[in-house]
Structure formats: C-alpha cells, structure tokens
C-alpha cells in the first residue's frame, strides 16, 4: 500500500514538473546600468473609484484619514515602496483646469468629468491635496498639464504656482493658498495621448505644439512628450525628427501599451477565463518587448546616445468592467494572471533600462489594473500588489544581463518561453525575479552566476491555486508573498524548481 502511493506520487511529480535542460546565466561581470526606480511608478486619475472613494475620502469620512487620506492605503503603498505618482490623467488632464482646484474648497466649481462616466467633479481634490498625499507616501510627483484643452499660459502659470521660489500673481496665490515655499515636482508631462483623448491630433501637429508648452514651462525641470499608441511607429518617428534637436526641451518620450485579451471592444472578463484566454493575455503582455524594442530602434536612430527617456507612463491589463459595476468606472479585479502579467513586464522595463526610466500601471487604486481595491472600510492588497513588493529590491539597483535558455509553454501551436526573469545588483545582494508561466507544470533550472562566489540564498512566492486566484473583500488571500526555501549555491550554481504559475525572488548573498 505504501508503496503503491509512492508510485503515484512519484508519478504525479513526474507529470507535473519539466525537467528539460532549462539555465538562467547571471552575467555580473555586464553589470553596469542603473534601473531607474521610477520604473515602479503608479498613476491615479479623475476617474471612477481611484481617487475619491479609493484613497481620498475626505477628512469628515469615518474611515481612519490623515487630511482626508485613507490610513490603510498610505501604510499599503509606503510598504510596497512606492517612488512616483501620475496625476490628474490620462484623459481627465486635458480636460483640466489647475485654478479650478485650489482655494477655498467651498468656492472651488463642481464640472462634469466628460470622459469618465459624466460624473459631477467638485475638485475637491486637487493641486495641494496632491503634494500633500505624494508627501505621505513618500512618493515623487509626475504632473501631467493639459494641451487638448488648455493654453500655453494656464500651463506655464500652474509650473510657475507650483514651483517658482520668485514673487508674483501665481506664488503669491500659492501662499494665500497655505502653501509658502515652492514644491518640488519631478517630472512634467505635457499632454496626454494627443492622438486620440488630447486632442486627435496629427504627430506633426502635436510635437509643433510640444515645442511652444515646453518653451513656456520655465520650472519644469525634466519635460515628458506624448508619445505613441502601441505599435503607432510614425508617431515616434515624427515626433524623434520634430524633438531632436531641441533636445533641452524634452527629456522623455511616453508610450503606451494596455493588454486586453479580447480586443479593444470585447476585453475579456478580469476573473472567468480559460487556459487559451490565459495563454494570450501572456502573449499579449510578452508583445510589450517587441514595442520596446521597436520604439527604442526608432530613438536610437535619431539619440544615439540615450539623451531622451522611454517613459511607459500608462500600461496594465485591462479588461471589461466587473458586472453591475458603473462602465465609466473602469473597476475591475485582478488575478495571478496579472502578477504573472505585472511580474513578465517590469522585467522587460528592468532589462531596457537603458533606455526606459519610468514606467505608471493603470491605475493604483480601484481603477484597471489596480494593486489596491477599496470597499467601504475594507481593502484588498492584488496580487499585482504582491509583485510591486517583491519587485522593489530592484529600484535603484545596477542591473545584471541575464541569457535564458528554457523550453515552451505551448497552447493551441502558440508558444512562450516557460521562464522570463530579470535579475539586478544592490548592497551586496543579487536579485533575481523569475516567472514561470507555465499553470501545468513545475520548471526546473539551473542558475549560473558567472565570475562571483554567492554563498547565501533565499527566496520569496507569489503563486495561487488557479490561474484566476484573486483576494477578494472579507476572505483570506488566496494570492500573496510568502517565503520559497531552496537549496543553497554550490561553486556559483544553483539547482531551482519553481512551482506552476509562479512569480519568484531570489536573492543571493556572498
Ligand atoms: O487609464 C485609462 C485611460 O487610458 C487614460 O485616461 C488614457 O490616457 C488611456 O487611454
């Protein structure tokens, strides 16, 4: 009898875990470019649940709030480490006026949020209430100013507001506003998708446009261009010929790239799909590669030298609305689908990190991919959440060129590489960030770090029963970050089994 089970155990084991000749080689001795911790940035927009409801709810609300801020969102996001905050869009920026938010809350207009559900806007929240939240959390600020809707005076008057140390109308206003010394803001993005939501306009147009807002924004330290819709190559074309030689009115480039399974206007449920419909969402997140790639080729040709950023300020899996829930609102949930999406795509950011120096997931709370889901008092942490944790050892860190040799996670003739990763360098220590794709099988590898004597490992999971594992309100987490034991490194190797449908730190220490 015993026997017999250990059969069947033996034989389940052999089923569920590829033992093909898989290796993941650590090429320390590459290791030179520093990731731009700003790769782990965060986006909150006017637009259904992410800011009023989501993190702000006002100082009279009986959930616990320090100025109106949620007390358990800002501990979530100060321990996920979170460096940079977009705001106030997405489209909702070049709808935009600044002045209609600031002052006196009870003279502030209420407007109507034309893009996102036609709800009533009361500007409650708005510049002040901004910088005082990026202060909570300790996180950079990234404005995005309007173009579609605005003038080139309104943009230069909310730089000047918001960061001129100098007297006039708009500091002085600054000041009546209980704000005396000038606020530090790290990136200005001037417009936003000015193909479609900012304006429709042609790239031409546009970056003739980008050049007279960006003479006019004095303060405005490092400036961000509206870049492409996906794989829109002309728009970067056009804009790389308008841009490059007025190199010091640009510092960046944006690009944007949502993954939706099912296609622009049928996206695919956030929570009942299949393994063919889990398969291409992967395939979908992997195709964030080729536009990197492509997009980067396009740069190169003219900035040889890297002088202007790749800046991924929107993407995230985005899917159709939970049911019942306000279409406008864009609310949805997130499964271990979407670590495994979130996991494959911060570490294509970390292995161009060259070229790309931040990055903002749509959106942080309630909204899209979000790492955080309020519901009155109660909060989810995602499992998109989990992996903006793990991911956090490599901000800032020197990052380590990796080769990888794995086998396919097939479906229906379609393949993907089993195992995607990126690994990085700091305090002593190197991080590796594994994913295996594969929800079938277990995969084993080797890993080889060439040139450095690494005595110590441990290692971290986030990992779940089923591909639509998700956390939901009131319920234990099915998905989560938990410690991995493994074996310990033997002359610069290391023997690992990662489990099915797992994303996987492993840190090394000499
Ligand atoms: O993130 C939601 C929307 O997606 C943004 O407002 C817009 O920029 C993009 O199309």
């Known amino acids: ?298 740069m190169d040709k003219y900035d040889p030298n890297k002088e202007i950023d790749m800046i991924v300020d929107e993407w995230g899996s985005w899917y159709d609305v939970e049911p019942g829930t306000n279409p406008g609102f864009l609310f949805q949930q997130n499964t271990l689908r979407d670590a495994l999406c979130a996991g494959m795509q911060l570490n294509m950011f970390n292995n161009h990190a060259d070229r790309i120096k931040m990055a903002n997931i749509a959106q942080m709370v309630n909204v899209i991919q979000a790492v955080i889901l309020t519901k009155g008092e109660t909060m989810v942490l995602t499992p998109t959440y989990y992996v903006f944790k793990m991911y956090s050892v490599h901000q800032d860190a020197t990052l380590v060129p990796l080769s990888i040799e794995c086998d396919d996670y097939e479906v229906g003739g379609e393949k993907l590489p089993v195992l995607h990763a990126s690994a990085s360098t700091k305090d002593g220590k190197l991080n590796l960030t594994v994913c295996n794709l594969d929800p079938n099988n277990d995969v084993e590898f080797e890993y080889d770090i060439l040139g450095e004597k690494y005595t110590k490992a441990s290692g971290q999971i986030i990992g779940g029963e089923k591909i639509n594992s998700l956390n939901e309100f009131g319920k234990e987490e099915e998905v989560t970050l938990k410690q991995f034991s493994l074996k310990q490194p033997k002359k610069g190797k290391l023997k690992l089994k990662i489990p099915a449908k797992s994303v996987v730190l492993i840190s090394l220490e000499k």
């Open 1 to 298: 009898m015993r026997l017999q089970s250990f059969f069947i155990a033996a034989l389940l084991l052999v089923s569920s875990t590829v033992f093909a000749q898989n290796k993941i080689t650590a090429h320390t001795d590459s290791a030179k470019t520093k990731i731009n911790r700003d790769i782990y940035g965060h986006f909150a927009e006017h637009l259904g649940r992410c800011i009023y409801d989501g993190f702000y709810v006002g100082d009279t609300s009986l959930i616990d709030n320090i100025k109106g801020f949620r007390v358990d969102v800002i501990d979530a996001l100060q321990e996920m480490n979170i460096p940079l905050l977009r705001w106030p869009g997405g489209c909702f920026a070049d709808t935009y006026n600044w002045k209609d938010g600031v002052g006196s809350k009870k003279i502030r207009p209420s407007i109507v949020n034309v893009h996102w559900g036609g709800v009533t806007e009361d500007n409650s929240f708005g510049t002040h209430e901004f910088m005082d939240f990026c202060e909570l959390i300790g996180a950079e600020a990234y404005i995005n100013l309007n173009v579609g809707s605005g003038s080139v005076r309104e943009a230069k008057e909310w730089v000047e507001y918001m960061t001129s140390p100098n007297k006039s109308p708009m500091t002085e206003w600054r000041k009546e506003n209980g704000r005396d010394e000038p606020w530090k803001v790290k990136y200005w993005g001037i417009g936003n998708e000015n193909w479609g939501c900012g304006g429709n306009m042609t790239p031409e147009y546009y970056a003739d446009l980008y050049r007279n807002y960006a003479t006019y924004c004095h303060g405005a330290d490092y400036k961000i261009a509206g870049g492409a819709n996906v794989a829109d190559y002309n728009w970067t074309e056009v804009m790389m010929k308008k841009l490059v030689h007025h190199k010091h009115i640009v510092d960046g480039l944006s690009l944007h790239y949502y993954v939706h399974p099912g296609g622009w206007s049928n996206k695919g449920s956030a929570t009942e799909f299949d393994e063919a419909e889990y398969h291409l969402t992967l395939q979908k997140a992997l195709y964030m590669e080729e536009l990197i790639n492509n997009h980067s080729a396009i």
